[in-house]
T-cell receptor, first 113, second 115 residues
Framework: SQQGEEDPQALSIQEGENATMNCSYK?????LQWYRQNSGRGLVHLIL?????REKHSGRLRVTLDTSKKSSSLLITASRAADTASYFC?????????????FGTGTQLKVEL | KAGVTQTPRYLIKTRGQQVTLSCSPI?????VSWYQQTPGQGLQFLFE???????NKGNFPGRFSGRQFSNSRSEMNVSTLELGDSALYLC??????????????FGSGTRLTVV
């Protein structure tokens, strides 16, 4: 089962514009991570935000986390055609026997020239 | 340093056969996890291994199994293949036991097609 729902499912923007993707999850988490996937290839880790953090930046990426609303957002500023990919949020929940990533449904981003 | 290596990249098998997929993690990484990705179900967790022990398992039938060797390399096996097993199988490695501090590094995946 999937922990998170992402919104929107698909997003098409022009190069240079900002892209915002949202992720909602169901249970308390240890951390939340965002990954990018190009055309059915492997996932690339973008950024990790811990449950006690509210905002994090990495280059053109900005992630926010609202644990009271169980939601997170990923903002990509000044988007480029190379940002075209699927973006997934994934949550980590502490368990007694190891940990796992539980992925959201993903947002397909298309950046047009 | 080398990334996570998955072999083979592509595989076509017949219903009823079995298949073994291989994953070599980043050197020094002891945690290896496997995920299945399909258009219908998305990314689903299969299992996690740490120091040759399975520490976590997802909701998959017993036909799906795995193991980890002393050099941290991992294999997953699917027996009695069904059409619904067609998917992209992704392996991920992490330095720690689970991604508590850092993210996972994923391989490029093995695309399995069952005909």
């Amino acid at each position: 089962s999937q922990q998170g729902e992402e919104d929107p499912q698909a997003l098409s923007i022009q190069e240079g514009e900002n892209a915002t993707m949202n992720c909602s999850y169901k249970t308390s988490i240890n951390n939340l991570q965002w990954y990018r996937q190009n055309s059915g290839r492997g996932l690339v880790h973008l950024i990790l935000i811990r449950s006690n953090e509210r905002e994090k930046h990495s280059g053109r990426l900005r992630v926010t986390l609202d644990t009271s609303k169980k939601s997170s957002s990923l903002l990509i500023t000044a988007s480029r055609a190379a940002d075209t990919a699927s973006y997934f949020c994934a949550t980590v929940i502490l368990t007694g026997g190891g940990n796992k990533l539980t992925f959201g449904t993903g947002t397909q981003l298309k950046v047009e020239l | 340093k080398a990334g996570v290596t998955q072999t083979p990249r592509y595989l076509i098998k017949t219903r009823g056969q079995q298949v073994t997929l291989s994953c070599s993690p980043i050197s020094g990484h002891r945690s290896v996890s496997w995920y299945q990705q399909t258009p219908g179900q998305g990314l689903q967790f299969l299992f996690e291994y740490f120091s040759e022990t399975q520490r976590n398992k997802g909701n998959f039938p017993g036909r799906f199994s795995g193991r980890q060797f002393s050099n941290s390399r991992s294999e997953m096996n699917v027996s009695t293949l069904e059409l619904g097993d067609s998917a992209l199988y992704l392996c991920a490695s992490s330095l720690e036991q689970g991604p508590l501090g850092v993210g996972y590094t994923f391989g490029s995946g093995t695309r399995l097609t069952v005909v």
